[in-house]
């Protein structure tokens, strides 16, 4: 029977597949975890692929390996978050080898924990540095060279918008500027059909959070589905972001964190 309008049943709706052919992309922190999956799906999308990385050279190559089996170019670049000038050498670096530059993820970050008692403003220095500045100074760099329908993905955290225990107040705070970073470029590159976007995973399984940690149990507690997400859910919600459905999407903090903040 065929359903009403016209239109196909829902159980047979067909998804468009997201295309990146003729694309390039830079993900910072790409060597591994959530920033690898992403490298990895924005690649089976057809995208040339960059990575950051700061210490693990062979994790990094690891990678640009599985982006070249799938067809596309990719390249790893040596780059401390925390240094300016070398992230805009990742940038400068991005252009020079691929010609252009479409799609920015930041997903470089790093977590110092401890009540305000105990944090020091060294950490709070480098945490600010890493997970705030990094970005602003690669999207400043990016947006200078970027075409319409470029892309800017940042990747924030659930905790962002809820800190549901002690000892998070500098992660927390890191990305939650992430939020009015990425409204305010929203409006400062919407009129060049330029997206900025920030995505906001919540407990996801990675080698800083594994789903048999210390305190996994207490996180699944706190979500609607009790179980950790996969770096690939995420890498699956920024690739849409970064594809042609989500060109109407910008200036959007998404969570994908299981219902914790639900």
């Known amino acids: 029977m065929p359903s009403h309008n016209g239109t196909k049943e829902l159980s047979r709706l067909e998804l468009p597949h997201v295309?990146?052919?003729?694309?390039?992309?830079?993900?910072?922190?790409?060597?591994?975890?959530?920033?690898?999956?992403?490298?990895?799906?924005?690649?089976?999308?057809?995208a040339d692929v960059a990575l950051t990385y700061v210490r693990s050279a062979e994790k990094a190559e690891a990678v640009v390996k599985q982006i070249e089996a799938l067809g596309p170019r990719g390249m790893a670049i040596q780059a401390d978050n925390a240094d300016a000038a070398a992230v805009e050498a990742a940038v400068a670096t991005?252009?020079?080898?691929?010609g252009r530059l479409d799609i920015l993820v930041n997903s470089a970050g790093i977590w110092h924990a401890g009540t305000i008692d105990t944090v020091t403003l060294e950490q709070l220095d480098e945490t600010m540095a890493v997970n705030f500045r990094a970005p602003f100074i690669a999207s400043k760099a990016a947006a200078s060279v970027m075409q319409e329908g470029g892309r800017i993905i940042s990747i924030g955290s659930n905790l962002a918008d809820r800190v549901p225990f002690e000892g998070i107040a500098l992660y927390s705070?890191?990305?939650?500027?992430?939020?009015?970073?990425?409204?305010?470029?929203?409006?400062?590159?919407?009129?060049?059909?330029?997206?900025?976007?920030?995505?906001?995973?919540?407990?996801?399984?990675?080698?800083?959070?594994?789903a048999e940690g210390d305190i996994a149990d207490y996180q699944r507690s706190l979500m609607a589905i009790p179980q950790f997400g996969s770096p690939n859910d995420i890498a699956g919600l920024v690739t849409w972001l970064a594809g042609p459905q989500g060109r109407f999407v910008t200036g959007a903090a998404l969570t994908i964190d299981g219902g914790t903040n639900a």
């Open 19 to 46: 295309e990146l052919r003729g694309k390039v992309a830079l993900v910072t922190g790409g060597s591994r975890g959530i920033g690898a999956a992403i490298a990895i799906q924005l690649a089976a999308a057809g």
């Open 94 to 98: 991005t252009i020079e080898a691929f």
């Open 173 to 210: 705070a890191s990305k939650a500027a992430l939020v009015g970073l990425t409204k305010g470029l929203a409006r400062d590159l919407g009129p060049r059909g330029i997206t900025v976007n920030v995505v906001h995973p919540g407990s996801t399984e990675t080698d800083m959070n594994p």
